[in-house]
T-cell receptor, first 113, second 114 residues
């Protein structure tokens, strides 16, 4: 079973910030939060990851709550090309268990022109 | 680096035929994975490998076999193809030897069994 809960779909206007929530209430202390996206059946693409501090890169920002039970992916200026399914995943980043990433159904983000 | 390379990209098989999906990575990653994705669904793990010579079953291993004779290659074998194996297959790899690492995916192999 996926360790995360995400809304099945969201809409966002082009040029606005897209905020994608994720609940991971059973996250362990050594598990990171990863975000991937998949554009129309292409291979999933890495976006960002974090442990407990907020993170930002050229694609997005990741806000993790202090208790680490939820997080938000922020696409600051969404474009039509950001329309995709976004997956929030938790896992141990190094060593540890031999489990693969468990993908839920993700959030289908639709950017409206 | 080429990353994760999968071949073929598209294939049509007849019921009962066999084939191998190839996956190669040039990043010296120790972990490799095979996933399948049915239309409108998330990815499901078929098999994974934590290193050369070691493989283990994932969530949906029935009808498939894998081997990991080298660090770079992780082929997925379909024996006696069935229509239920029509899907998109993704290979992925990751290094667990450094912290904060990310998983890299191939571009997918579209398989149709008729």
């Amino acid at each position: 079973d996926a360790k995360t809960t995400q809304p099945p779909s969201m809409d966002c206007a082009e040029g606005r910030a897209a905020n994608l929530p994720c609940n991971h209430s059973t996250i362990s202390g050594n598990e990171y939060v990863y975000w991937y996206r998949q554009i129309h059946s292409q291979g999933p693409q890495y976006i960002i990851h974090g442990l407990k501090n907020n993170e930002t890169n050229e694609m997005a920002s990741l806000i993790i709550t202090e208790d680490r039970k939820s997080s938000t992916l922020i696409l600051p200026h969404a474009t039509l090309r950001d329309t995709a399914v976004y997956y929030c995943i938790v896992r141990v980043a190094s060593g540890g268990g031999a489990d693969g990433l468990t993908f839920g159904k993700g959030t289908h983000l639709i950017i409206q022109p | 680096n080429a990353g994760v390379t999968q071949t073929p990209k598209f294939r049509i098989l007849k019921i009962g035929q066999s084939m191998t999906l190839q996956c190669t990575q040039d990043m010296n990653h120790n972990y490799m994975y095979w996933y399948r994705q049915d239309p409108g669904m998330g990815l499901k793990l078929i098999y994974y490998s934590v290193g050369a010579g070691i493989t283990d079953k994932g969530e949906v291993p029935n009808g498939y076999n894998v081997s990991r004779s080298t660090t770079e290659d992780f082929p997925l074998r379909l024996e006696l193809a069935a229509p239920s194996q029509t899907s998109v297959y993704f290979c992925a790899s990751i290094s667990t030897l450094t912290t904060g690492n990310t998983i890299y995916f191939g571009e997918g192999s579209w398989l149709t069994v008729v």
